[in-house]
Structures are given as C-alpha cells and as structure tokens.
C-alpha cells in the first residue's frame, strides 16, 4: 500500500488511498456521488451504488455491501482536499463528468504500480492483482493489527451479521462508537506528503465562467 499510495496520478493515488483504507471495492468508491455518499465532515463514506462499465447500479454485490464506512481523520483530510471546491459529481470521474472505467484504472495504473513494488501474485506467478486486493488488506489489518470489534469489522467491510444480530445492528448505528474505532484502528500504510491535486475537471463558479 505504500508504494501505491504514493502513485504518480493524484486521481487514481486518491482512488488507491481510499480503498485501501475504507476496505472498498473499485466498483463501490467509483460510485461516490460528491453530493449524495460524502458527509460534510469527510468522516464517512455511504456505498448506496457502484459504477460498471462507467454506469452506474443502483445493486451493490451483496444486501450487507449497503454500509456506511468510517475513515480515520488523515484520509478524510487528504478527501477534502481532493474534492476541492466541487460540490456534486461523481468522486472519480473522466473529464466528461462520467465515472471511471475500473478495467482502464486496475490495467494502466493498479498493475504498473504493483510490478514497480515487485509484487508477486502466488496464484499466477504475475504481478497482476485484481482490485480485490484492496479489501483483503484492510481486513487483514483490522484483523490482525487492530482489537477492532468482529462487528464493526464485518460491517465496514459488507460482510453478512453473525448471530448476534441485535449486537451488530446497535454497533452499525452507533455513529461516535464507530468514529472513534476508525480513529483508534488507523489504516496501516504510510499517506504521500503531498497534498492531492483538485480534478481539472472541477465545475467552475459563475465568477469563473464569466472571465
């Protein structure tokens, strides 16, 4: 996550750092509505929908997929840097406006960077990965480098409710609890010093359009 965090295109280094650190699929943080999926502190992400093929679905892969996810206050930061002064459109977006093609981001950007980190991937002896990748390392981390609850664990990553059902369903509404384990967690890598740059594609002021 290192070296991916600190790729050479702020707009998929952002997309990278994201994932990485919210456990999301491409798919999912390719959907993010600036307007719509975004709280207004940058301390949450809501998955309502996911782009394909730069469409987008209102069906996310599974029921438990529709989740709200926390992230630490580092990379909220890093996020409303990213946004800028945009305040609606898609997160991660083409100069058109529309959402990105995950095939186009994971075979220009994700599989560059990972044979510049020297990645090797055990089941095809490559060092191609799929997007999928990111989300194994944040449950990984939280897993084995975190004490974060099991409940609050397989709800930040869309994962079904264990038996404890009315346990789970409280710590998914508890809002501060879990703000305060994402803070508490961390993410597990190490963020770029520089700050991202603003999409050119940015939707300009009605100043702006007159000079």
Known sequence: MK?????????ERMLFILCGAAGLRVGEALGIEIDQHIS??????????KARHCKIEKRLKTPSAERDVDL??????LLEAFVG???????????NGKPLSSSNVIRRH??????KLG???????????GSHAFRRFRSTYLQNKTQCPDGLRNYWM????????DLYDKINKDVPFRKLWAEKCGFGFELPSVVPNVPKNEVKTEFEKTV
């Open 119 to 129: 990645y090797i991937n055990p089941h095809t002896g490559t060092h191609k990965a």
């Open 110 to 115: 994700l599989h560059p960077a990972l044979k």
């Open 85 to 95: 002064q945009r305040k609606s459109g898609f997160l991660f977006c083409s100069r």
């Open 158 to 165: 869309g994962h079904a409710g264990n038996s404890m059902d």
């Open 3 to 11: 070296v991916l965090a600190n790729w050479k295109e702020p707009r």
């Open 72 to 77: 630490h206050p580092a990379i909220a930061s």
């Open 40 to 49: 207004s502190d940058f301390l949450t992400i809501s998955i309502r929908q």
